[in-house]
């Protein structure tokens, strides 16, 4: 394997661990919606008013081009270096599955989720009565925009449940034998993760007012 694949998939790998740690600690920011809108509005205040977190967004914004980039260039590269042929036997065997052979599809998606939510929710209009908290939940009482948020975490989970293990075995941070445990360990937290954001607009929708 050449030295530059390497390095591409060891960024992939790399940079979509940060990101997995930062939708664990989204989520657990995000559910504070669920404790009312002075709770979540005084959680958003203390994050925008901290100064790290200007840095802290460019940085996330610079790991998600690396591991974007990263990903696409892989992925040619593996399509480039194999038959057809080879590829339909490998998918007719099982030894690669649903989640890890729709990844760049998925990660677009996902890409495309970002942006709306961003324009959505970061540069939505937080001056209402009940402030961010009022704007997230008046937007999921809109079922397409819930439907549509509930959709989207379908290829979050496929994302994140094949990603973690495979992500560690790059960077060769587990052991061989380890990897079916932390596959599974993976997997499991991965569709955790994203039932813990589909909770949010079902909550929204069916049990606040605003």
């Given at each position: 394997m050449h030295l530059?694949?390497?390095?591409?998939?060891?960024?992939?790998?790399?940079?979509?661990?940060v990101w997995f740690l930062f939708i664990i600690a989204h989520l657990i920011g995000n559910l504070l919606l669920?404790?009312?809108?002075?709770?979540?509005?005084h959680y958003s205040a203390a994050l925008v008013s901290n100064p790290l977190i200007y840095p802290a967004e460019?940085?996330?914004l610079l790991f998600l081009v690396v591991h974007a980039f990263s990903a696409w260039r892989v992925t040619?590269?593996?399509?480039?270096?194999?038959?057809?042929?080879?590829?339909?036997?490998?998918v007719s065997t099982g030894s690669s599955t649903f989640a890890s052979r729709t990844m760049w599809y998925g990660g677009v998606i996902?890409?495309?989720?970002?942006?709306?939510?961003?324009?959505?929710?970061?540069?939505?209009?937080?001056?209402?009565?009940?402030?961010?908290w009022g704007l997230v939940v008046s937007s999921f009482?809109?079922?397409?925009?819930?439907?549509?948020?509930?959709?989207?975490?379908?290829?979050?989970?496929?994302?994140?449940?094949?990603?973690?293990?495979?992500?560690?075995?790059?960077?060769?941070?587990?052991?061989?034998k380890w990897y079916k445990g932390v596959k599974q360990a993976g997997q499991a937290l991965g569709w955790l993760l994203a039932i813990g954001y589909i909770l949010l607009p079902l909550w929204a929708w069916?049990?606040?007012?605003?």
């Open positions: 530059t694949s390497i390095l591409k998939k060891t960024l992939m790998a790399a940079t979509g661990l669920m404790l009312g809108p002075e709770t979540y509005n460019v940085l996330l040619n590269e593996n399509n480039q270096a194999r038959p057809d042929r080879y590829r339909v036997k490998a996902l890409l495309l989720f970002l942006i709306v939510h961003l324009i959505m929710f970061k540069f939505g209009n937080h001056g209402g009565e009940k402030g961010l009482h809109n079922p397409l925009i819930a439907i549509g948020y509930i959709i989207a975490m379908i290829p979050l989970g496929m994302h994140l449940s094949h990603g973690f293990a495979s992500a560690l075995q790059t960077l060769s941070a587990i052991q061989p069916f049990f606040a007012e605003v």
